[in-house]
């Protein structure tokens, strides 16, 4: 809990509204939630504004803010850059990391610990659980029964691990995401990410995996998915039950893939795409736009397969035909 | 060693053959190993059944077996799945790991060891090797004279490395491959490995490689080959002699590359191929079938280097091309 | 310092010129360096060696010196291989690293230090900064204020890190590049590195990132610039003030990418080329040649990203074309 007093103070605005409340966290302004802050990042935006349940909009001083709203809004010159004020601020509130080790762990006499283990404050794992050596667990993450955490992982705080889970040595999980505001004067700002990862039961994650942590909600991973090894997934990404993930695949920020879809290896996806059900991407595909429910798509930029095979046996006939039409 | 009445248990079984007999472990079932144990997982495997030199083999209660075989019958609903909980519980007995750390460990004086070092037991480490800071080793580990392994390397238990090598920075060796077995009702189930890596002599492994071990036989790279960082290696790959893998290379489980093969840069060979002495794959190249004895390939799907190089020049002139055409 | 005699004697060679003289280190011919000793690879070098800076060369034994040289020079077998012996040895020279561990270092109060953190001998920490559990940091680096080093995280020797950085979890940072002289038996011998990395203020560095180090000199990342996950930097590389790279991007050796530029996911660059400023390189692109100043480029290989566009709206059309043309 942060008062908005505190948070105007921060950012340097002005209140519009209430002055005197308690804000608990960040959301989204699409949704938004009770008791906490948002923002209007572009004009098109401001649609959500009146119906959002956040208590609290961060808004820039050039708009004009309908009457009557019943959110609070803070005015500020650049909500963009005042809302990553607030994470940064909001980030070191939830911070305990720093300030000491491993108080109120939940470690049952049946789970087996590696050497240097790092668990830190408020952890919950449940019964036989291994989590080898050199594992570093942030705070407040739950790890469910039976679940292996292979040596040399980095899991960070808040993660949410399921049954019979699989991580395999050095991969990290829940690292804050790519996530950039840049400014008018060219410079990246790095967006804070208070979001977690949630791995659902049944999952395994292979060697030197890459899971990013969402913005604000949670990065997903569903029940019975597999991956193989050095799998880069960005902030905000949703995988469903039972996919196939090969190895060196990427897939880009807030993209979906719903169930038992399958990701040939080094295929990549770029961001804020749908792959719908039993969908296959075979190997080294680029997938620039979503893939319908049970198609089979190839090639950079991925077709439909069967029509990137006949255009590879096309291309290939390409320099003779080259030939014969320059005659 | 693990009696076949209690195997038969596990796997709810019927024996047709010697009931009194000890399993030294798993194998193959085209070679086979005698006193050990294999599978039928198609009926297209039947052909080796009569010659196989495995004691013990599990099939499908619904498969007719010869009569007058040589070899025990174990027969089970599902063959896979029998196979896959046998492995289970072979690798569980294997599995001192969870017991105790570091017995009867062979560390020369002349080792050079980091801080937080984990050696597992019955690792045995050659002279004038560099273990450095926060390496884990798994147990059975053997490593050859003047070898350096850098910090936070992971190698799993039953590696075996020559000498002189260098293993970089934060890469995994030995870890379980993506071996899936998936049932009837889309549920894929993660194939317990029970081999291992075998690195020779003077080899180089780059910063955050994955090398998988093999299912139940060696993952092998060869005698003075060197890897860049990256690098994804699959179960069962063989890699030849002074071979030589760039950055980010991935390389498909039970692949075979030969001699003096340089794989240039992010390119991507499936499974099962083989990649012949001296060929040349270049960058970001997507190999699919099998590449001949001192042959340049290129491209994705990778064809003849010199081909690759016209298509692409006459496909920068399609779009005139093609105007020409539609009048 | 190594004294000259030593050297020669090391290299089996002959000495034409001073003989009694200390060599600090290592340097390139082109440039040079007084006091410090280069090599002569290929003929095409020579013209270098009447100019150059360095106080000693070594050359092969088959080329004919012009009179009166300034420069000192050890005539041996071959320069190559010499070169590698000296910096074999010069590296052995600066490796306290094996002697004792933790002497001399800098570490403020304000330091935050996770468990078993290892920090070698000289290393400089500024106020304000977080080094979290298991993090490796090798002798005589240097690290800015408020910068943060997450969990697992390995820093070779004499990397100097800027002021509020990011080095997110299992990144590895300096390790030596993939620097091979192969010999005439086909024999690949890796080049010690004794370069560093320098990373500048306010760059952010993903989780599994490689950024390798310099052969002789530094490879740099400029102030501001961001990287997202599993990214790879060969050695020798110069990458700009406000670069976005991101994730599982690969860059190869001695490439050099100027201010602002954008680099897609999964693309990868070939060694020694130029990406002039404000370049953008859609995702899953592969560069081949210089990118202008500005330009847009996309595709395997990148071209033009509008014609690579029209290119594959084109291709989509092929077969109907190929049908037609048959005809």
Redesign the interface.
């Given at each position: 809990m942060i008062h908005i007093l505190k948070v105007k103070e921060l950012l340097d605005g002005k209140i519009v509204g209430n002055e005197d409340l308690n804000i608990e966290g960040p959301c989204s302004i699409k949704d938004g939630k009770k008791g906490c802050i948002s923002y209007i990042k572009e004009s098109k935006y401001l649609k959500y504004l009146e119906n959002t349940n956040a208590s609290v909009v961060i808004v820039d001083d050039s708009i004009t803010i309908p009457l009557n709203l019943k959110q609070t809004i803070i005015k500020v010159k650049n909500a963009s850059i005042a809302f990553i004020s607030y994470l940064n601020l909001y980030s070191k509130h939830q911070n305990s990391d720093?300030l000491n080790?491993g108080s109120n762990p939940q470690i049952p006499d049946s789970t087996?610990l590696?050497?240097?283990v790092?668990i830190n404050n408020d952890v919950k794992i449940s019964n036989d659980c291994?989590i080898?050596?050199?594992v570093?667990i942030g705070e407040k993450c739950i790890i469910g029964e039976g679940t292996i955490i292979?040596?040399?992982v980095?899991i960070?705080k808040n993660t949410i691990i399921g049954k019979n889970c699989?991580i395999?040595?050095?991969?990290?999980i829940g690292?804050?995401g790519?996530g950039?505001y840049s400014d008018s004067n060219?410079?990246?700002h790095?967006i804070p990410h208070v979001g977690n990862v949630i791995i659902e039961d049944d999952v395994?994650i292979?060697?030197?995996c890459?899971i990013?942590r969402g913005t604000i909600n949670s990065t997903i991973i569903g029940k019975?998915t597999?991956f193989?090894?050095?799998v880069?997934v960005?902030h905000n990404v949703y995988i469903g039950m039972?996919c196939?993930v090969?190895?060196?695949v990427?897939i880009?920020g807030s993209t979906k893939i719903y169930d038992?879809v399958i990701l040939g290896?080094?295929s990549?996806i770029?961001d804020n795409l749908h792959i719908y059900e039993n969908a296959i991407i075979g190997?080294?595909s680029?997938i620039v736009k979503n893939v319908d429910k049970g198609s089979y798509v190839s090639?950079?930029?991925a077709?439909n397969h069967k029509?990137n095979i006949?255009?590879?046996i096309?291309?290939?006939?390409?320099?003779e035909?080259?030939k014969k039409?320059s005659k």
């Amino acid at each position: 809990m942060i008062h908005i007093l505190k948070v105007k103070e921060l950012l340097d605005g002005k209140i519009v509204g209430n002055e005197d409340l308690n804000i608990e966290g960040p959301c989204s302004i699409k949704d938004g939630k009770k008791g906490c802050i948002s923002y209007i990042k572009e004009s098109k935006y401001l649609k959500y504004l009146e119906n959002t349940n956040a208590s609290v909009v961060i808004v820039d001083d050039s708009i004009t803010i309908p009457l009557n709203l019943k959110q609070t809004i803070i005015k500020v010159k650049n909500a963009s850059i005042a809302f990553i004020s607030y994470l940064n601020l909001y980030s070191k509130h939830q911070n305990s990391d720093l300030l000491n080790i491993g108080s109120n762990p939940q470690i049952p006499d049946s789970t087996y610990l590696g050497e240097n283990v790092i668990i830190n404050n408020d952890v919950k794992i449940s019964n036989d659980c291994e989590i080898h050596s050199n594992v570093y667990i942030g705070e407040k993450c739950i790890i469910g029964e039976g679940t292996i955490i292979r040596p040399n992982v980095t899991i960070h705080k808040n993660t949410i691990i399921g049954k019979n889970c699989k991580i395999k040595s050095n991969s990290v999980i829940g690292s804050s995401g790519f996530g950039l505001y840049s400014d008018s004067n060219g410079v990246h700002h790095h967006i804070p990410h208070v979001g977690n990862v949630i791995i659902e039961d049944d999952v395994m994650i292979g060697s030197s995996c890459t899971i990013d942590r969402g913005t604000i909600n949670s990065t997903i991973i569903g029940k019975g998915t597999k991956f193989d090894n050095q799998v880069h997934v960005g902030h905000n990404v949703y995988i469903g039950m039972n996919c196939i993930v090969c190895a060196q695949v990427g897939i880009g920020g807030s993209t979906k893939i719903y169930d038992n879809v399958i990701l040939g290896g080094q295929s990549g996806i770029i961001d804020n795409l749908h792959i719908y059900e039993n969908a296959i991407i075979g190997p080294k595909s680029f997938i620039v736009k979503n893939v319908d429910k049970g198609s089979y798509v190839s090639g950079n930029p991925a077709i439909n397969h069967k029509d990137n095979i006949k255009k590879n046996i096309i291309l290939s006939k390409l320099p003779e035909l080259y030939k014969k039409l320059s005659k």
